[in-house]
C-alpha cells in the first residue's frame, strides 16, 4: 500500500511533479515571520517528549480538540504531557479535511520517518518512536530547525524583550541566522491591563520619564535601536478591529495619551484615533530603518471570556473577524506615502472575502524602481489550507505579480510546522502545472524554473537581505 506521505503527495500531474522534484523540492527556507522560542534555539533544546515538541504550545491543535469535546485539563490544563498527546492523537482523525490532518501525516513523515497515522490505537507506539528519536543530539531544537534547509527566521519579539538569543544562535548554528521583528501590539494596547507595567518596564529600560507622547515616542525608538543593532528587519502589527483606523492630529494623540497616563478611560472611537496616529508614526519609523511592515488583519480575538481566562489570549479560540475597511486602510497607507515614508508591507488578509481587495492594492502604492513594494501577503491562520493557498494564489495572479509574491511563511510557534513550507511549494507547483497543461501558461521550463525560485525562496531572501 501507498504510504499517505508519499513522493506525490499533492501533485496531481506529470508537469506538477517535474516543478516540485526538479526545481522547488531543494529551495532553502526564509521564513520571515514566524513564533518560535528564540530562547529554545540558542540552547538547542532537548525536548523531553512529543508533547513538549508538538502540542502544548499549538493553539491550532488546541482549537481542534475542543471542537472534539476535549476537557480543558487535556489541553492546557494540569494534566501530564502524556495524556495531552494522547487527547491530541484522539483527536486526529476527526480532523479530516482541516490542515492539520495532512500536517500531522507531513511532519510525522519527515522528522520521524513514521508513516503510521496518529490516531487513538497508534498512539503508544508513535508516542515511543518519536520520543527515543528526540534523545538524540540531530533532534534538539536548532539541529531540527537546521534539518528542514532552513537559511534565516525571524521570530516575533515584544519590544522589550531581550535580543541575545538570536545573537547566540546565529553564532553558533553553522548556516542559518535567526533574527528578531517587532511584535509591535504592546506599544499601542492602552485599553489592557497590562498596559501600565509595560510602560513602567519600558521607562526602567530606557531610562526615561515618561510625561508626553513625545517622551513616549522617544523611549519606543531607542528600544527600536536596540532591534535594529541585533538585526531586525520588520515590524508587525495587528488590525483586528475591521481594519478601522481614523487618522487624528498630533495636537488629539497628545490629549488622549495624557488621559492613558492618568489612567482614565476612552472610547473605542478614541482609541482609534491614538493608535492610528502612533501606527503611523511608527511606520515612518519603519520605513527611515529601511524595514517591512507587516499587518495581520481581520482576527476576531475577543470570543470567549471563560478560554481567554483559561488558556491566555493566545489560546486557539480567536474567530475569522468581519471584511476590512479597505477605506480606512487605504487612508493610512496614503497619509504616510504623502510624507514620502511608506515602508514596504505585507498585507495578511484573515478574511478571504477581501481576497480580491488585498489583492489589488499590491499595485496602489507602487514605487518607483521598487518591485514589490505592497505585498499580498501568504494565506494566513484559518486561510493556510490547500484551498485557501489555491484562492490566494490565484487572486494575487489576477490582480497582481505573482513571481514578485515574497512567498511563504509558518506563522507557527512549531518547529516542525516548517514543513508548511513543502506543502506550499507542492499546492504552488500543483498551481501551475494545472495551468500549463490547461494551455494557460507555456510549458517553458527555464522561464518556470525562475518564477518558482523567486516564490519559494528568492523573493523572501531579498527582501530580508
Known amino acids: 500500500m501507498t504510504p499517505f506521505i508519499h513522493d506525490n503527495f499533492l501533485l496531481n500531474s506529470e508537469t506538477a511533479r517535474q516543478l516540485y522534484h526538479d526545481i522547488a523540492k531543494d529551495l532553502p527556507i526564509v521564513d520571515y515571520h514566524n513564533h518560535l522560542n528564540p ?6 533544546r532537548q525536548f523531553d517528549n512529543m508533547a513538549q515538541l508538538w502540542v502544548i504550545s499549538d493553539p491550532y491543535k488546541h482549537r481542534a480538540m475542543r471542537i472534539n469535546g ?16 494522547y487527547a491530541w492523537a484522539e483527536t486526529v482523525p476527526y480532523t479530516m479535511g482541516n490542515p492539520l490532518f495532512q500536517w500531522t501525516a507531513l511532519e510525522l513523515k519527515r522528522v520521524f ?19 527515543e528519536k528526540l534523545q538524540y543530539e540531530n533532534f534538539r531544537a536548532a539541529c531540527l530547525l537546521k534539518s528542514f534547509n532552513t537559511e534565516l527566521v525571524c521570530t516575533s519579539d515584544d519590544l522589550l524583550d531581550d535580543f541575545q538569543a538570536h545573537l547566540e544562535t546565529t553564532e553558533k548554528s553553522n548556516g542559518f541566522k535567526v533574527l528578531p521583528s517587532l511584535r509591535g501590539d504592546s506599544a499601542v494596547a492602552f485599553e489592557t491591563p497590562g498596559f501600565s507595567g509595560w510602560l513602567q518596564t519600558l521607562q526602567q529600560q530606557t531610562g526615561k520619564n515618561i510625561e508626553s507622547l ?6 519606543l525608538f531607542e528600544r527600536l535601536d536596540i532591534l535594529q543593532q ?3 528587519l520588520a515590524a508587525d502589527h495587528a488590525l483586528d478591529d475591521g481594519c478601522i483606523i481614523e487618522n487624528g492630529q498630533k495636537s488629539t494623540a ?35 530603518r529601511g524595514w517591512w511592515m507587516l499587518l495581520h488583519i481581520g482576527a476576531q480575538r475577543y470570543t470567549s471570556t471563560r478560554l481567554r481566562n483559561l488558556a491566555g489570549p493566545a489560546g486557539g479560540f480567536a474567530g475569522m473577524g468581519r471584511a476590512c475597511g479597505i477605506d480606512d486602510l487605504c487612508m493610512f497607507l496614503d497619509a504616510m506615502e504623502k510624507e514620502k515614508s511608506l515602508p514596504r508591507t505585507i498585507l495578511f488578509n484573515l478574511n478571504p472575502i477581501d ?16 518591485a514589490g513594494k505592497i505585498q499580498f501577503g501568504p494565506p494566513w491562520w484559518y486561510n493556510d489550507h490547500r484551498h485557501g493557498i489555491e484562492e490566494q494564489l490565484n487572486a494575487l495572479s489576477s490582480y497582481g505579480l505573482l513571481s514578485h509574491f515574497i512567498g511563504m511563511t509558518t506563522d507557527s510557534r512549531s518547529i516542525l510546522s516548517f514543513s508548511r513550507h513543502e506543502y506550499f511549494r507542492r499546492i504552488l507547483c500543483n498551481q501551475l502545472g494545472g495551468w500549463i497543461n490547461a494551455g494557460e501558461i507555456p510549458r517553458d521550463f527555464p522561464w518556470l524554473e525562475e518564477i518558482v525560485k523567486k516564490i519559494c525562496y528568492l523573493n523572501a531572501k531579498q527582501a530580508m537581505s
Not at 481576497?355 to 521598487?370: E, H, I, K, P, W
Open 39 to 44: 530562547q529554545d534555539l540558542a540552547q538547542n
Open 70 to 85: 476535549i476537557p480543558e485539563r487535556l489541553i492546557t490544563g494540569e494534566s501530564t504531557d502524556k495524556e495531552k498527546f
Open 113 to 131: 520517518d513514521i508513516d503510521t497515522l496518529l490516531c487513538k490505537e497508534s498512539a503508544g507506539e508513535i508516542w515511543n518512536q518519536c520520543n
Open 214 to 219: 513625545d517622551d513616549y515616542t522617544g523611549a
Open 230 to 232: 541585533a538585526g531586525c
Open 254 to 288: 497628545n490629549q488622549l495619551f495624557k488621559r492613558v497616563l492618568a489612567h482614565e478611560p476612552m472610547g473605542s472611537a478614541e482609541q482609534s484615533v491614538l493608535k492610528s496616529f502612533l501606527l503611523k508614526t511608527l511606520g515612518k519609523e519603519y520605513s527611515q
Open 355 to 370: 481576497n480580491a481587495a488585498f489583492a489589488t492594492l499590491t499595485g496602489s502604492f507602487a514605487q518607483d524602481g521598487v
